[in-house]
């Protein structure tokens, strides 16, 4: 038997348009593919280089749309052209990884995966490194997928929650999969933190190859054959990974991590990653992203407050901000367009999305 670390491969996945921070992101340059909080990096830099720590380079896959593969290949020239996935449409997360585990089982029927977003941040590297470590070795070695939870800090309405059960290990780091929530209610994600059993469920997992394609092909037939052609993508129903396949496996875990993380999906989330101590003991990775002490959050950005609170604000290098009487708004500039709105109303955020972009055609 070869070395885990030669069965072990990473995906991850970069084909989502970021909407949720227009105007910062946009469908043509989305987030993962921007240094959005003045790190020097990209997100989808900082996610390859996260997992080159311990994973093989030729073992790193990247999906994305295919209009975006320009792009990535820019920003990651060491990866090949083999490695990356160009996806002709969207169609959820589970086209993706079912694509992606089909190669890989091709080159390695021992292999094991774990599945990342693009455009998360992590506290604690050498926490994540051994977590996520464990989850492979725990799927090499058992049939079944692994949740990456943590402990939540906050009772956050904004994430997805999985409820453990018994503990797998007498480490008591894995346990069995009781139930998943998404998004719940003030009431309930205060219910959540309080009782214990709950974690953040961070988009990560990890599995055997071979026991998630018989997975898939079970609970969707329709995923038997995914290939990568814009007829056979297009006919496929629009599904994510967790709801289609992860909540059915008779064999799903979440294992409780130790490392700190923030899903940087929207502005309101960045505002409260900025406010919150990270769930370990460990410093934020170096940022220019700054709070005051009356909830003001400057993103790679500089501005002056008076009379106000609660304000996230992201403007183009030079550009100051100077604020006044505002409460719980974003104040964002970028491409020319200038979106001042509350932070938590992400209908009007939509709203005004479309509104541009209805613009943008009549012009």
Not at 26 to 35: A, C, G, I, L, S
Not at 46 to 54: E, M, W
Not at 335 to 340: Q, R, S
């Amino acid at each position: 038997m070869k070395p885990l670390s030669e069965h072990s491969f990473c995906l991850i996945l970069a084909g989502g348009s970021g909407s949720r921070l227009w105007p910062a992101s946009r469908e043509n340059h989305p987030k993962q593919f921007m240094d959005f909080e003045g790190t020097g990096h990209t997100l989808i830099q900082q996610t390859y280089d996260r997992f080159a720590r311990f994973i093989l380079p030729e073992n790193i896959y990247v999906s994305t749309l295919e209009s975006y593969v320009p792009l990535l290949q820019t920003q990651l020239p060491q990866l090949p052209r083999e490695q990356i996935l160009s996806e002709p449409v969207r169609r959820g997360t589970l086209a993706p990884i079912t694509w992606a585990t089909t190669l890989i089982t091709q080159r390695d029927a021992e292999a094991c995966i774990v599945v990342t977003p693009a455009d998360q941040v992590i506290y604690g590297n050498q926490l994540f490194d051994d977590d996520i470590l464990h989850a492979l070795s725990f799927v090499a070695q058992n049939p079944g997928v692994v949740n990456m939870g943590v402990s939540p800090t906050r009772p956050e309405t904004g994430y997805g929650y999985v409820q453990m059960g018994g503990a797998l290990d007498t480490e008591q780091r894995i346990y069995h999969v009781k139930t998943f929530t998404e998004k719940p209610g003030p009431d309930f994600a205060q219910l959540f933190m309080d009782s214990g059993e709950f974690l953040w469920n961070t988009g990560l997992f990890v599995f055997g190859a071979h026991y998630m394609l018989h997975n898939i092909i079970k609970h969707v037939p329709e995923y038997q054959d995914v290939y990568p052609s814009m007829a056979t993508y297009a006919a496929l129903p629009n599904l994510a990974m967790e709801h289609a396949v992860l909540e059915h496996t008779g064999h799903s875990y979440v294992q409780k991590c130790r490392f700190g993380w923030a899903d940087l999906g929207t502005w309101q989330g960045i505002a409260t990653d900025a406010l919150n101590t990270p769930q370990v003991n460990t410093p934020h990775p170096p940022t220019d992203v700054k709070a005051d002490g009356r909830g003001n959050v400057t993103v790679h950005s500089e501005a002056l407050f008076d009379n106000a609170e609660g304000n996230i604000v992201r403007l183009p290098s030079g550009h100051l901000a100077a604020i006044s009487g505002l409460k719980d708004f974003v104040v964002t500039e970028e491409g020319g367009v200038l979106m001042i709105c509350p932070k938590d109303d992400a209908a009007a955020m939509r709203r005004l999305q479309t509104l541009a972009h209805i613009d943008e055609l009549n012009e």
